[in-house]
């Protein structure tokens, strides 16, 4: 069987991994047992995850002036032809397009990416530790 993976030995592999990230926080007196541990620094990388897309929607928010929703719907009047979009106005009508764009994309993104982080935010403060 050359080439072959034997499943055991990853996830062996993974909990020692997993084990030694822990294992600083019981020794130290941080944490009282692994499952807190694992809450406790899932907690703390969600919550940074959350505060990341939050800010990242309101730049969008409050440079435009505007929801995603509505700034999605100039964006299709801008690349009509019928109107321009006042934070772009020192930009072209072409570059103005591709800035909108850019932004439109990146700021639906952020918004898809804050309701994930959202939802495991609010799982992770039902879950019971023990």
């Not at 939050?54 to 928010?61: A, N, P, S």
């Not at 072209?92 to 700021?107: M, R, S, V």
């Amino acid at each position: 069987m050359r080439g072959a993976k034997v499943r055991g030995t990853v996830s062996d592999m993974s909990a020692d991994a997993v084990k030694r990230i822990i294992d600083p926080f019981l020794t130290h007196g941080i944490c009282k047992d692994e499952a807190e541990a694992l809450k406790m620094l899932a907690k703390d990388y969600v919550q940074r995850q959350v505060s990341k897309y939050q800010e990242r929607v309101e730049h969008f928010r409050s440079f435009y002036q505007t929801s995603a929703e509505k700034f999605a719907k100039q964006v299709a009047a801008v690349c009509q032809g019928i109107e321009t979009i006042p934070a772009l106005g020192h930009l072209n009508k072409q570059q103005q397009i591709l800035q909108a764009e850019d932004d439109l994309e990146e700021w639906q993104a952020a918004e898809q990416f804050l309701a994930r982080w959202q939802a495991v935010e609010a799982d992770l403060r039902n879950a019971p530790t023990a």
